[in-house]
């Protein structure tokens, strides 16, 4: 009898390729999506990567008696991993009620449709935006929660913090938060990965928008940052290894190996890249220029920011396989890939 999970916002950039990896690990998978940020679209690449079309309702998790009912078909679930939430930070700051009432209502509804199941295990979507500027470098779990500088990450550290009370009260009840750095990159098929919509804010798609003709110029948000090179650094994880980190954190669960009720893990590479350092990484897997230039610093931008991996490594036992440049060669790729089927 295969174990059947729900991933919520399982059309999106890390869902999709998350729902690929629980397929391949012999799960049984149903996607909610409400597709605000995603595209049903994505099914067909998860069928072509994994020959299985997973179960997908398209449900808007901000209408409680919908999730309950959906929780009511499915009570013989034994995971859910977390991904619905709204992630961009700057529209954050602009529509913060649009963030608090999509990133938490989602959450504390799916939860409150939880509290009939036998057992939940639950995966929490996290990030290491709630570390601020770090003051020791690489970032442990230990670091301490900053306040945070945008609605966005201020969701996910009041996520993390609902998750803890409940799980300290709630039999049955045990979860994992996971704190990504930067996901980057995309499935070596290239029938999945990111898909932003609109001018991109993140760097990597910035670049293969700007290598494939779409954009004009990358802008590098500043360049007389405390660095040896002057621009920021980051912690830029391949999303595949992301992907596989969520299989092996619900195992944990499902086979009781946590040791609390609420763990923490990092999800990173454990080394920093410059974003001039990326570039040059993109140029020399693309062999070819990237038009740039150097530009104000962006507000809101912490100068430094990569994951001490040791507790991800040691206690979790996973750890990441691929480099920055088969992380950028992927999302070149993919790049590609989307913008020859458009052109078909
Ligand atoms: C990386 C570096 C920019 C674009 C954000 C969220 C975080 C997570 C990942 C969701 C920075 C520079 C960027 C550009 C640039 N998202 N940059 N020109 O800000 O580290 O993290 O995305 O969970 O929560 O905060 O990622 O890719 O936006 O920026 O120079 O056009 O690239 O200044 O130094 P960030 P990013």
């Known amino acids: 009898m295969k174990s059947k999970i729900v991933v919520t916002g399982g059309l999106g950039f890390i869902g999709s390729h998350t729902v ?5 690990n012999n799960y049984e998978v149903v996607i ?22 997973p179960v997908f309702e398209k449900l808007d998790l901000r209408q409680k008696e919908k999730v309950i009912d959906f929780f009511n078909r499915h009570n013989d679930v034994t995971g859910v991993i977390h991904f619905a939430a709204s992630k961009a930070v700057g529209e954050s700051v602009e529509n913060p009620l649009l963030y608090y009432e999509n990133n938490l209502n989602t959450l504390v509804y799916t939860l409150q449709a939880l509290e009939h199941t036998a057992k939940a295990n639950f995966i929490f979507s996290s990030s290491c935006t709630v570390y601020g500027e770090a003051e020791e470098l690489p970032i442990t779990e230990n670091a301490p929660v900053k306040p945070a500088i945008s609605p966005y990450g201020n969701t996910k550290q009041i996520g993390e913090e609902i998750i803890r009370d409940l799980a300290q009260v709630k039999p049955n009840f045990n979860a994992i938060a996971l704190r990504y750095f930067n996901p980057i990159g995309a499935h070596q098929s290239a029938e999945i990965g990111e898909l932003p919509i609109g001018v991109p804010l993140n ?7 700007t290598a494939a003709g779409l954009r004009d110029q990358l802008s590098v948000f500043g360049n007389d940052y405390p660095t040896p090179d002057g621009t920021c650094i980051r912690d830029y994880i391949h999303v595949v290894d992301l992907a596989k980190a969520h299989v092996v954190a619900l195992e944990r669960l499902l086979h009781k190996k946590n040791i609390q009720d609420f763990e923490l893990f990092n999800l990173g590479t454990g080394v920093g890249n410059s974003v001039l350092e990326v570039i040059q990484s993109f140029e020399k897997v693309s062999d070819q220029k990237l038009n740039y230039k ?22 979790l036992g996973w750890k990441t396989s691929y480099n920055l440049d088969e992380a950028i060669a992927s999302a070149w790729k993919w790049e590609q890939k989307i913008r020859n089927k458009n052109t078909d």
Not at 20 to 24: D, F, G, P, R, Y
Not at 203 to 209: A, D, H, N
């Open 294 to 315: 150097i530009a104000p610093r962006r507000s809101g931008d912490v100068i430094s920011a990569y994951a001490d991996t040791t507790l991800a490594n040691d206690v």
């Open 203 to 209: 760097l990597v798609p910035f670049i293969t928008q």
């Open 32 to 53: 909610i999506d409400n597709c605000s940020n995603s595209s049903e679209a994505v099914l067909d690449g998860i069928y072509n990567i994994t020959g299985i079309q």
């Open 20 to 24: 690929v990896e629980l397929l391949q």
